[in-house]
Nanobody, 121 residues
């Protein structure tokens, strides 16, 4: 499966953005999907994961209550709704596909190219 993330940009603190991750291929619904992010000089970190059907999802404590993951299998697309953004959310955001319902980067086989999110204070 090929993944392409989009929707990043520059936003003021307290604002919102919605990221999208479009997938190619007919097997999209067979993958668990995840969001990760990487800030300059830091390791890539888990943001959230959603199950194959979309009926189960969880997010990292750092974004819990502010970020929401969803997916539309008919459109082969996953979303990350980001509200109440903070400067520390600034990073390149990546979507990824896995066979496992996991928060570990090593469990994800396919990765998108990333989209930059910058939150100004």
């Amino acid at each position: 499966v090929q993944l392409q993330a989009s929707g990043g940009g520059l936003v003021q603190a307290g604002g919102s953005l919605r990221l999208s991750c479009a997938a190619s291929g007919r097997t999209y619904s067979s993958y668990v999907m995840g969001w990760f992010r990487q800030a300059p000089g830091k390791e890539r970190e888990f943001v959230g994961v959603i199950s194959r059907s979309g009926d189960s999802a969880y997010t990292a404590d750092s974004v819990k209550g502010r970020f929401t993951i969803s997916r539309d299998n008919a459109m082969n697309t996953m979303y990350l709704q980001m509200d109440s953004l903070k400067p520390e959310d600034t990073a390149v955001y990546y979507c990824a596909a896995s066979w496992l319902y996991s928060s570990r980067t090593g469990d994800y086989r396919y990765w998108g190219q990333g989209t930059q999110v910058t939150v100004s204070s």
